[in-house]
């Protein structure tokens, strides 16, 4: 399966460390399916922070999805809500337990991204 980043540089090698914390599906490396996803993360990013949009391009067996993993499958759901909720929000100093927010090794589904309240907007009429 090919998988897509978008980003704002080359990448050399994959590295945790430096992704983001309180992310949609917490701290990862994100990657799309479709090439038209990672070009849209690309120009954001470039945009934002600078750099030229570009597009890596990754092969992934399909074998890596028979490691514990979560699929969300439509949006909004309330399950989908909650985790992203939990893995935005911010931890306690005190936690002994803040990245990652969960024990998944992949985690598949549609991203709120930066528009989460929208996203919220839009959920909560439906469930009152």
């Known amino acids: 399966m090919l998988l897509y980043h978008g980003t704002n540089m080359v990448i050399g090698a994959v590295d945790l460390n430096k992704s ?31 750099g ?13 999805f028979e490691l514990p993993g979560c699929r969300f499958d439509t949006m909004p759901s309330y399950e989908w809500l909650a985790f992203i909720c939990e893995n935005r929000r911010k931890s306690p100093k005190s936690s ?16 709120a991204n930066d528009k989460i309240v929208d996203v919220i907007d839009e959920y909560l009429p439906k469930r009152l």
């Open 20 to 50: 983001r914390n309180r992310t949609d599906f917490g701290r990862g490396f994100y990657l799309a399916d479709k090439i038209g996803t990672a070009q849209n993360w690309a120009a954001r990013k470039a945009e934002l922070h600078g």
């Open 52 to 64: 030229v949009p570009t597009i890596l391009a990754y092969e992934a067996d399909d074998d890596v």
């Open 96 to 111: 002994a337990k803040r990245e990652p927010r969960h024990e998944y090794n992949w985690v598949s589904g549609p991203i």
